[in-house]
């Protein structure tokens, strides 16, 4: 076979390597370049205003092959320079050609452009390549970030408007609608005193069996206030206390819609991540805090409060009229304080009978287990000696009276209501409460913020990979010119045999 015919592959790694072992170039060839690159810089600073040569000398590192177009431009522009012998006068001209001349001994030029194809096809590309798949990974851990921002601001905002649903507000000015909220305690304290009713069956059960088994009348000391609220209601601890309703009430609420600070429900996010401050300044809020302070029953004088006007000609018998006159200090019947208030709203009373419904579910739920083993008190020899109504029970009937008390448990207890019976004894847990709920929505505005600024991220992180793009694409064009210069220029010293540069570069 004609060698002529048999191609020369060169592995792209190898280029400069077998250049030199071929002696094409000089192993020192690095030394002459370096001078090379300084002619070229000091040939720059004086060119004509070409287009071909300003595209040339754009963004690129000027090789071999840009000096020989360079010449040819300048056989165009210094065409006035040239003499009679065909030389040129120009000082650009003899310096290009200098230089390309420069470029031309010991193949220099060869060398230099080897190696700019090897550091394009191991380095420049793909470094640049690995540039923009980090990129994108950060995109990608970005958008990851921001689903689950997503996710916490979704279940933030969740609680907060499960909270509000919850309170029965709106959460645009908390703490002012929760402090309005206190306009329904009344009407559920109402509806609750009536569904409380249920567990009067319950209450008698439970009387009779304490009368049964003492032996004697105890209905005046079993469940006294709960019996109290199932036959009169929720009346005011007054009436309660001293059986009768009083001619009128003082009651003080010890928070004020009017002197609520509105601007107190704004949220101050802030940018420091600190944790949100409970410490209540009760000055500012216009309330005198102070648990030990007596309560003011007012004047204990009759002198001071009324005016006293005989009538000689009306005779009253206040036992008839069903007056009765008090003498403990609260003369003329007004109900003042803690005594004003309704017996579930008094923190005192509300507590007993919430005891008492404890205490009748603890009963029935022991009565439960009795009745369903073998160690039944009625189930023995009293049997017979038994009230009707304790005979009658079954394990079904005092379940339901159970699940009655229960009811009647969580009406009472319910979160709506304890939120609101807080929100009006407490001046420090509407603070609280609107701060809990003003951390929640803190919590979504960041997390918002953050999405945010990952969205502005990502924009400019895509901005970025794709203004890199071009770049690589322009790189491997001229890379791939530099193979074809390089394998052209080869083959012209080895007669026209093809040379074919493979490896790295073709996988471009």
């Not at 928070?255 to 107190?264: A, M, R, W």
Request: charged share 30%; aromatic share 6%; proline share 2%.
């Amino acid at each position: 076979m004609d060698e002529q015919n048999i191609p020369i592959d060169i592995n792209t790694n190898k280029l400069l390597d077998w250049l030199i072992s071929r002696r094409h170039v000089n192993k020192d060839w690095q030394s002459n370049i370096l001078k090379i690159r300084e002619k070229i810089n000091n040939a720059i600073q004086d060119m004509p205003a070409h287009e071909g040569i300003i595209k040339l000398l754009s963004g690129q590192h000027i090789n071999y092959f840009h000096c020989l177009k360079i010449v040819d431009i300048l056989k165009e522009t210094e065409a006035d320079s040239k003499n009679l012998f065909g030389r040129y006068g120009s000082q650009r001209m003899k310096d290009w050609q200098d230089i390309v001349s420069s470029y031309q001994k010991d193949n220099v030029y060869l060398a230099e452009i080897a190696q700019m194809l090897v550091r394009n096809v191991s380095y420049e590309i793909p470094g640049l390549r690995k540039q923009v798949a980090k990129l994108e990974q950060s995109q990608l851990e970005c958008e990851k970030k921001i689903k689950d921002y997503s996710k916490i601001e979704s279940v933030a905002l969740k609680e907060f408007n499960s909270s509000c649903e919850q309170l029965g507000i709106a959460g645009k000015k908390i703490k002012q609608e929760l402090i309005e909220l206190l306009k329904q305690l009344p009407s559920l304290y109402k509806g609750t005193a009536e569904k409380i009713k249920i567990v009067k069956p319950a209450i008698q059960l439970y009387t009779e069996f304490n009368n049964f088994l003492s032996g004697k009348n105890t209905s005046t000391d079993v469940l006294t206030i709960l019996k109290y609220l199932v036959e009169n209601g929720n009346t005011t601890t007054y009436e309660y206390i001293y059986g009768e309703k009083p001619i009128t009430i003082e009651e003080q609420s010890p928070l004020n819609v009017d002197e609520i600070n509105i601007d107190s429900d704004k949220i101050d996010f802030g940018d420091n991540g600190a944790e949100i401050d409970f410490q209540i300044n009760t000055e500012n809020e216009g309330i005198d805090f102070d648990e030990n302070q007596d309560i003011d029953w007012g004047s204990s004088s009759p002198e001071e409060d009324f005016e006293i006007v005989t009538h000689e000609d009306i005779e009253i018998n206040l036992e008839e009229s069903g007056i009765v006159v008090e003498k403990s200090g609260i003369d003329g019947g007004v109900a003042k304080g803690d005594e004003a208030l309704t017996i579930l709203d008094n923190p005192k009373t509300r507590e007993q009978i919430i005891n008492n419904l404890m205490e009748l579910s603890a009963f029935l739920k022991m009565r439960l287990y009795e009745m369903s083993s073998d160690s039944d008190l009625l189930a023995m020899s009293q049997m017979q000696d038994a009230p009707t109504i304790l005979q009658m029970q079954t394990v079904e009937s005092v379940a339901m009276l159970n699940d009655c008390v229960n009811v009647a448990l969580d009406e009472l207890t319910n979160k709506r209501i304890s939120h609101l019976h807080n929100i009006k004894h407490s001046p420090k847990y509407v603070d609280i409460l609107s701060a809990s709920l003003k951390q929640k929505l803190s919590v979504v505005e960041k997390m918002r913020a953050s999405k945010s600024a990952l969205e502005k991220k990502i924009k400019e992180l895509r901005e970025e990979a794709q203004g890199i793009e071009p770049v690589i694409k322009l790189l491997i064009e001229r890379t791939k010119q530099l193979q074809k210069d390089i394998q052209e220029d080869i083959s012209k010293k080895y007669k026209g045999r093809v040379v074919n540069i493979v490896g790295g570069v073709n996988m471009l």
